[in-house]
């Protein structure tokens, strides 16, 4: 290697590049768990959309063409609405047995937001999650959902694959600036 980058400067060098790099695992926590939660508010939105109208559409029975469509493009396995104290499966394409998680978007503390993202992107992919929630902020009624987690795990992956990358170039970039203030 050069001596330049031998030298103190090269020290300081990569100095930067890890001190940037641990601020930027410290920022990745908070970051994925928001995208995660960004995520299935998305989904459930979607889900609120579809279950307004095909609550519009009651007493008629929703014929199975229509609830397969709007679990396909809601991407759920489920679709319930509560509402009045009541609860009503609007679509559903086999009832699951049991859900692996159940997680109320509008009660999510910060800390458990982080510790269930992270446990998605390292261990999860496999499990049933159960998403519920309020349609508007002051509303009362709720709608649910059960969906897969392995299209979550697989665009969190992404996304954390993204957040690598913009990290290391900016680390990079950080400590090559320092290496030519220090040499100049």
Known sequence: MPSRIRGLSGKLLWL???????AEILIFAPSVATMRQRWLQDRLNTAAAASVVIDGLQPLELPRGVQDSALATTGTKAIVL???????LLAVTEMPNEVDAAFD???????????????TLFFGGDRLLRVYGPIAEASDVTVEIVIDEAPLRKAMLGYARNILVVSLIISVITAFLMFLAINR
């Open 16 to 22: 930067t590049i890890a001190f940037v790099m641990l």
């Open 82 to 88: 509560r509402k009045d104290g009541t609860s009503q």
């Open 105 to 119: 978007l509008a009660e999510y503390s910060e800390f458990g937001s982080i510790r269930d993202a992270l446990y």
